[in-house]
């Protein structure tokens, strides 16, 4: 009678606490930190967004490879004219889009003047700032036409989603209901909770995607994702952190995958601000950051301390050993200050990204630069009061992170030419702003790399910007996740090809 | 809620006497927390924002008796100026809304009429949301850090002093001696400092220490939230906030700092309690 | 009649209470830095001024303050919340979406305390002038003030550590899944419920010895009565009253609570929602989640006054 009550109280806890272990195995359960802004691809191009949307729900002309490699997409082959001027893309045959009907070249086209559309507000607009017309001689044709030869045009085509005609002009539908033509198709957005999406089953390439579909779970609680990893509720958390790895890497059933991602951390300087106007300043503030120091503290040893440009782009990145600024010296730094005729102690504010890890390099720089007699206070906002500070300058100093792009021109030419859409620091340097200039009209590979080497030791040491670090980015998940690649860019679109064993 | 019958002075002390003992218990931790957090400067061990990364997310040792955080920080330093910062920000704002709310709940119990009609309905207003809606909304409005917090729990606890002190004062407003004074010509702010707040300071006592220990844990959410104390400076719920981000790999930060929590917040209503048990028990019902 | 008074005053007192809690919440919102718009456009640079004015124009923010307030409240009294800014869904679905988790975690919470309160009660009150009874006493204090959400990360720790493969995050909708569902709220309820527990197993214990005190009780016992079975239905019979006045504070509390330890479980109930909206200045959605949630309490507050009043006959007459 006993053990029939004490064996009937085992099995009813079991059936409460472990109900649901034997679910069925699709879709895929990916936890993900934070809520995205939207999910129209014109529009966002926040992190929590693009992971979300990025080569699963939208493609592109063109499309990366996970190691960076332009490949085709949308477009299966193209042609670029004698004089790099006029680019002739021929689209794919079978795509269609999620809300039906065949994709052809006037979605294409409408799709980039949607992009360029003034209206949309596009932070994409700049990648395409070189189209001058785009024509479409016949349904699967599109001809781009470029007042100047524009190398970046190509990798910037993998970032810009074709989406139906139809929402041309329309800046709100596609924010709560993307349609696009990726493996996967939106179902619902409960806000906060999750976003589903289920498998397209007119993908066009044949026998993807393999999941029935993916459920984007929303967790702000970093120690909750984990266990929710560790206990298989979530099969996947992808593009995430050190710290995280670290914690996963000793959890049984549990695999790490890892890449040094394009994403850098920055701290940006207000130019107009006293003393940061100041280039002997600037310079001494590089001189005063001990970067091994802070991608050890902050990065957990993750990362490599990063110039201008991201490591990964091995053409075009100038070696850190290279940027004298590179070598700590606090000595140096403060002999600048006094240079500069600054007396110390100064006392400055920085505005930080709220993420741990931003939040982590504040602590780390704030303590290096009292060495100096720099002393700042922390400044943590939530996101949208930061969003807003940093985009109308209301800063001393900021540190954040930022995407970064395969395509040196594209972030370089808003974040610091004079004017620049992203030039938040209000830099002016018309020697800089020339070498930008240049930059887009030479196509030859070897001259680029002259003009960006110049471009990066320019920027490097009495910038608008303290260039940090980049990290290594991870993604961990459950050992029955197959197929799975990791993108430095942060894309999930290798969630297409994933299968989910048992 | 609703008022004794005769001023608290009146009544007869508890027979009862073991409590003592939990009394005595509670005081001296607390006269010991509050020396820790006073003394911090000369008793943590280490610096509370030194940065040692060789030494990150270490157990605890005779070096670091309750281990380092993710920057190499010493836990025990910083639970001690956390001690420091928790405590002023949950005082400072215990006491804003002990003064605020008494002096409403006071002038509401002494003028009556339309005055306490509109402190008391306004009062009514604030009780109405709950503690941490109203906290975050302040928070929202002031932004995050140490004074919006202690402003955010000022403005919470407000109505609660007032309401306690308006019922006690009407009754000692109306009781014999007040009369009296007021007819041998006191001025009101004399009688409302010389007979009738003394009469309240048992009672006052009691709300301030059990609003203390809930004002503790109000922080620590709050800054749990990420809206509270800021980066660097420690709070005990700033320390579990982010030392939950570590609990794989070196779960003590947040283990210990929320066990400094308990202890403070234990204490505190440990105090308020048989505080108040000792003088009228009575007053337990509410 | 003296009733029927009394509960005048009172509906009174509750229109004046509402009235200040709608003026307190539209000018809080309006108060929070940070333009509700710009965040909304997603905050990039190329935000166009015109498109900011245009949807400013949309939401009725270009109006003058008190202008915005009667058209808000007016829509309110005719049982329109508006539309949320950020999914264009009406506020009052949003909030009957995130509502359910909430209230059936506060309520799980609350049955447990009550479940468990009532022996525990009996325990404390049995242990008077014994050993032990002081530190049951601390062990109790300890219940009041132990923070829900550190024992909620404690507790996840634990079990994850002890039964690897148990899921207790998030949420499924009891309809769908009814164990699944208390499986996943079991724990935050748990977490949530210790405090109240300790508050009423606290109330019951003195209530409990203020009983045998009273005449009545020691006349039932000379009489030969089982003391025990009188002392306890006597004693929970007057622990009701408090309790029942404490009720309100009580939600008030869960539901703080339960706005912290939602976010340690995944839950995605009212708390998940207030701190998303506040995040993206979301102003309906916030106006009406945080007006709703309070005249909610307002109201039970007033019925237990109501009850209050009816039970105890010498308030009532």
């Known amino acids: 009678m006993d053990s029939l009550r004490k064996s009937f109280i085992a099995s009813s806890t079991a059936l409460a606490f472990g109900l649901s272990v034997a679910a069925h195995a699709a879709p895929l359960e990916v936890a993900v930190d934070s809520s995205p802004s939207g999910l129209d691809p014109h529009i966002v191009t926040a992190f929590s967004s693009f992971q979300i949307i990025d080569g699963t729900i939208y493609e592109g002309l063109t499309a990366l490879d996970p190691d960076l490699n332009i490949v085709p997409g949308l477009a299966s082959a193209w042609e670029i004219s004698e004089d790099k001027k006029t680019y002739t893309f021929t689209l794919r045959e079978g795509v269609t889009f999620h809300s039906g009907g065949a994709m052809t070249s006037a979605d294409v086209a409408a799709s980039l003047k949607r992009v360029m559309d003034e209206a949309t507000g596009s932070p994409l607009a700049s990648r395409l ?32 989603a074709i989406v139906p005609a139809k929402y041309a002009g329309d800046t709100e539908t596609l924010q709560r209901a993307p349609d696009g033509t990726g493996a996967f198709k939106f179902v619902e957005w409960q806000p906060n909770v999750a976003i589903r999406l289920e498998a397209n089953d007119g993908y066009w390439q044949d026998g993807l995607p393999k999941l029935e579909g993916v459920n984007f779970n929303i967790v702000p609680e970093a120690a909750t994702r984990q266990v929710g990893l560790t206990s298989g509720q979530y099969h996947m958390l992808p593009n995430t952190d050190a710290v995280t790895a670290l914690q996963m890497q000793s959890q049984p059933n549990i695999k790490l995958q890892d890449t040094l991602e394009l994403a850098y951390s920055l701290t940006g300087l207000n130019v107009t601000r006293p003393p940061l106007d100041n280039a002997k300043v600037r310079e001494a503030l590089n001189y005063a950051i001990n970067r091994d120091d802070l991608v050890q503290a902050a990065l957990f040893g993750a990362g490599v301390p990063g110039g201008p440009l991201s490591p990964a782009l091995k053409g075009f990145a100038t070696p850190t050993n290279e940027l004298a600024c590179f070598t700590p010296d606090p000595e140096k730094a403060k002999a600048l200050l006094a240079e500069a005729g600054v007396t110390t102690p100064v006392e400055l504010e920085l505005l ?25 206070t922390l400044d943590i906002p939530e996101i949208g009061q930061f969003v807003q500070d940093w985009r109308n300058s209301e800063f001393d100093m900021f540190v954040s992170l930022n995407s970064g792009t395969i395509e040196p021109d594209d972030y370089f030419y808003r974040t610091f030419r004079t004017g620049g859409s992203t030039n938040v620091f209000k830099y002016s340097n018309p020697e800089l702003d020339a070498l930008l200039d240049a930059g887009r009209e030479e196509t030859a590979v070897e001259g680029r790399r002259d003009i960006y080497k110049k471009v990066q030791a320019t920027l490097a040491c009495d910038g608008p910007v303290l260039f940090l670090a980049y990290g290594q980015l991870y993604t961990a998940m459950r050992e029955a996740v197959e197929g799975y690649q990791i993108y430095p860019n942060r894309s999930l679109g290798s969630l297409k090809s994933v299968t989910l064993g048992n | ?105 006071l002038l509401a119990a002494y003028y009556r009429g339309w005055t306490e009609r509109i402190i008391m309905r306004l009062m009514d207003v604030l009780f109405a949301f709950p503690v941490m809606l109203l906290a975050i909304g302040v928070i929202a409005v002031m932004g995050p850090g140490a004074v919006p917090t202690a402003a955010a729990i000022a403005i919470v606890y407000t109505p609660i002093f007032a309401r306690l002190l308006r019922g006690p004062a009407l009754v000692v407003a109306e009781s014999d001696f007040v009369l009296s004074a007021r007819s041998i010509g006191a001025s009101d702010l004399r009688i409302i400092l010389h007979h009738i707040l003394p009469n309240l300071v048992s009672v006052i006592l009691v709300q301030f220490s059990l609003l203390l220990s809930s004002a503790i844990l109000v922080e620590a959410s709050l800054s749990f939230l990420g809206l509270g104390t800021q980066p660097p400076t420690p709070s005990l719920g700033m320390m579990l906030s982010e030392g939950r981000n570590f609990l794989f790999l070196a779960p003590w930060a947040a283990i210990f700092s929320g066990v400094a929590i308990l202890i403070v917040a234990f204490a505190l209503n440990l105090f308020g309690d048989a505080l108040r048990d000792d003088l009228d028990p009575r007053l337990r019902q509410s | 009649m003296v009733f029927l008074r009394r509960l005048r005053g009172r509906l009174i007192d509750l229109a004046f209470v509402i009235a200040g809690v709608s003026v307190l919440v539209f000018g809080f919102i309006r108060m929070i830095p940070g333009d509700a718009v710009a965040i909304m456009l997603g905050a990039n640079a190329e935000v166009t001024p015109e498109r900011i004015a245009a949807v400013r124009t949309r939401l009725g923010l270009d109006l003058p303050i008190h202008e915005q307030y009667v058209a808000w409240l007016s829509d309110v009294l005719r049982g329109d919340f508006g539309v949320s800014i950020w999914t264009g869904k009406p506020v009052i679905d949003e909030i009957a979406a995130h509502v ?4 059936q975690l506060t309520l799980l919470a609350l049955a447990t305390a009550v479940i468990l309160a009532i022996p525990l009660g009996i325990l404390m009150a049995r242990l008077r002038g014994r050993r032990g009874e002081a530190l049951v006493q601390a062990g109790s204090v300890v219940g009041l003030t132990v923070p829900p959400f550190w024992l909620g990360i404690i507790m996840i720790l634990t079990l994850s550590a002890v039964a690897p493969g148990v899921q207790m995050l998030g949420y499924v909708p009891f309809s769908q899944d009814p164990l699944g569902n208390l499986a996943r709220l079991i724990l935050p309820a748990i977490a949530l419920s210790l405090p109240i527990m300790a508050n009423l197993a606290r109330l019951l214990r003195s209530t409990l010895l203020e009983a045998m005190q009273q005449d009545y009780i020691r006349t039932a016992r000379a009489k030969g009565v089982p003391a025990r079975r009188v002392l306890y239905r006597h004693a929970l019979r007057n622990a009701l009253i408090p309790f029942i006045t404490s009720v309100g504070i009580m939600a008030g509390y869960l539901l703080g609570g339960a706005i912290v330890i939602e976010q ?16 993206e ?37």
């Open chain 1, 129 to 160: 700032a070189a189209i001058d017309t785009i024509e479409t001689p016949d349904d699967k044709t599109v001809v781009v036409k470029l007042t100047a030869p524009s190398a970046p045009l190509l990798s910037s085509l993998t970032t810009i």
């Open chain 1, 352 to 376: 930080v990204l709220p993420r741990d890890d931003t939040k982590a390099m504040a602590q780390v720089i704030q303590q290096q630069l009292a060495a100096i007699g720099v002393n700042l």
């Open chain 2, 1 to 105: 809620m609703s008022a004794p019958a005769s001023p608290p002075q009146a009544q007869a002390r508890s027979k009862r006497r073991p409590l003592l003992s939990l009394y005595s218990v509670a005081l001296t931790m607390i006269v010991i927390l509050v020396l820790v957090a006073l003394a911090a400067p000369l008793i943590a061990p280490y610096d509370p924002l030194g940065q040692d990364i060789l030494q990150r997310l270490k157990g605890p040792s005779s070096a670091h008796w309750l281990g380092t955080d993710q920057l190499g920080r010493d836990v025990l330093s910083r639970i001690i100026y956390g001690l420091r910062s928790s405590l002023s920000i949950s005082a400072s704002a215990v006491f804003v809304a002990f003064l605020g709310g008494s002096v409403l709940g």
């Open chain 3, 100 to 103: 359910w988790p909430t209230l």
């Open chain 3, 264 to 279: 340690v479980f995944a839950i995605p109930g009212l708390g998940r929602l207030i701190l998303g909206a506040i995040a």
């Open chain 3, 281 to 317: 200045r979301n102003y309906p959605l916030i106006q009406a989640t945080i007006l709703l949630v309070t005249c909610s309490f307002v109201f039970v507050n007033f019925a237990v006054d109501v009850v209050y009043a009816l039970i105890d006959p010498r308030i009532s007459e």
